[in-house]
Nanobody, 124 residues
Framework: QVQLAESGGGLVQPGGSLRLSCAAS????????MAWFRQAPRKEREFIAG????????DYAESVKGRFTISRDIAKNSVHLQLNSLNPEDTGVYYC?????????????????WGQGTQVTVSS
């Protein structure tokens, strides 16, 4: 069993930055895929970024490539998402999620564990 707790959301102006954190409790397998999803108002939850716990691979949605960076801290059992050059379209609730199957895809249904989410609002 893995429990996830996100933090770091808030209100930021366009062009600003935020750093989200996801603290995980429980044992994480090297093959676990740690991901961030975003759900904007009136939209479906979408994959943003993910990283294999071993660090072997990281993936990004096209909309955030070059602006967001995912990383993990093994010592603290946590995953971080650095958000740079934010724009209003990045507004939404950001969720941390874990897939335990090998080579998962980007559909929310493939992810077993979820955090409660943290709100990110980009507005002037």
């Amino acid at each position: 069993q893995v429990q996830l707790a996100e933090s770091g959301g808030g209100l930021v102006q366009p062009g600003g930055s935020l750093r989200l954190s996801c603290a995980a409790s429980g044992q994480l397998g090297d093959w676990y895929f740690m991901a961030w999803f975003r759900q904007a108002p009136r939209k479906e939850r979408e994959f943003i970024a993910g990283i294999v716990w071993s660090g072997a691979r990281s993936d990004y949605a096209e909309s955030v490539k070059g602006r967001f960076t995912i990383s993990r801290d093994i010592a603290k059992n946590s995953v971080h998402l650095q958000l740079n050059s934010l724009n209003p379209e990045d507004t939404g609730v950001y969720y941390c999620a874990v897939a335990i199957a090998y080579n998962p895809g980007y559909q929310p249904s493939e992810y077993v564990y979820w955090g409660q989410g943290t709100q990110v609002t980009v507005s002037s």
